[in-house]
């Protein structure tokens, strides 16, 4: 079996909600019975088109609420891999570096915008067609109240959190990783983006643990590393006994980490 790592997880640090990578998406709720016609962009040039129709709740089949995408259990389990389409939905995902030609989703459901390969640098801007004209929506490089932005960060430093609609601040601190402190579930870290402040102002996490930003007032989140936490690497030696033909060799190995760490 062939495994494919995007080397764009490790590579990029810096995050903008105007700008998605694989390292963040978007969610909006949709209430209206329209028809939307979708741009996305990379930079200033136009690099895909489609449409989205909001239909009437036919069944009554139940997905992820906003809530539940806010919550822990949303974040890590939602698979945003598998494309759903179909008029009996409450959330679909459009993959920006994939884009099919039409999606369809239910009255008050849910759309993710996310990235699933390569270096990204994707916006999206929804426009309504009214009385022959056509007027913008939706623009995901200012996002407006309700919307919620989330993004994942691996790389251990500290990072500087602004809001460049209204300049407010946070920062962010991202631990390095340590065995004995790691937690094997990572729930996401709730943050609010309001008028006149981030809050809270000051964020501690870990590697890939997720941040959720609830957006209450007009917002572009950019995440900027401003030190990194860079450690040097320490190769534990360990000797290891083989037998050969009857004779005993001694076989020296380097681990990354010791096989039994000892108080």
């Known amino acids: 079996m062939n495994f494919k790592i995007n080397r764009f997880l490790f590579s990029q640090t810096n995050i903008d909600s105007g700008s998605l990578t694989t390292h963040s998406t978007i969610v909006c709720r949709f209430t209206d019975l329209k028809e939307y016609h979708g741009i996305v962009m990379k930079g200033s040039s136009i690099v895909g088109r489609f449409k989205l129709k909001i239909v009437e709740d036919r069944l009554l089949n139940k997905s992820p609420s906003l809530a539940k995408i806010n919550s822990g259990d949303s974040f890590q389990n939602v698979d945003i891999n598998k494309e759903t389409n179909d008029v009996t939905s409450n959330q679909i995902n459009i993959d920006l570096s994939a884009l099919a030609d039409s999606y369809t989703i239910k009255k008050g459901g849910y759309v993710v915008f996310y990235v699933s390969v390569g270096a990204g640098g994707y916006s999206i801007e929804l426009y309504q067609t009214d009385n022959g004209s056509q007027a913008k929506t939706f623009d995901s490089k200012e996002l407006k109240n309700d919307v919620i932005f989330s993004s994942m960060i691996i790389r251990p430093g500290t990072y500087l959190i602004t809001n460049t609609v209204n300049n407010t601040k946070a920062e962010l601190v991202v631990n390095y990783p340590e065995l004995e402190k790691m937690r094997k579930i990572l729930t996401p870290f709730n943050i609010e983006c309001n008028n006149k402040e981030i809050i809270p102002n000051k964020i501690n996490i870990n590697p890939s643990q997720g941040l959720i930003f609830k957006i209450n007032t007009p917002s572009r989140i950019k995440i900027e590393l ?23 060799n001694l076989l020296k190995r380097f681990r990354m980490m010791p096989r039994d760490r000892k108080p």
């Open 226 to 248: 401003t030190r990194a936490e860079d450690r040097p690497l320490k190769l534990h030696r360990e000797q290891f006994f083989v037998r050969k033909k009857g004779s005993e």
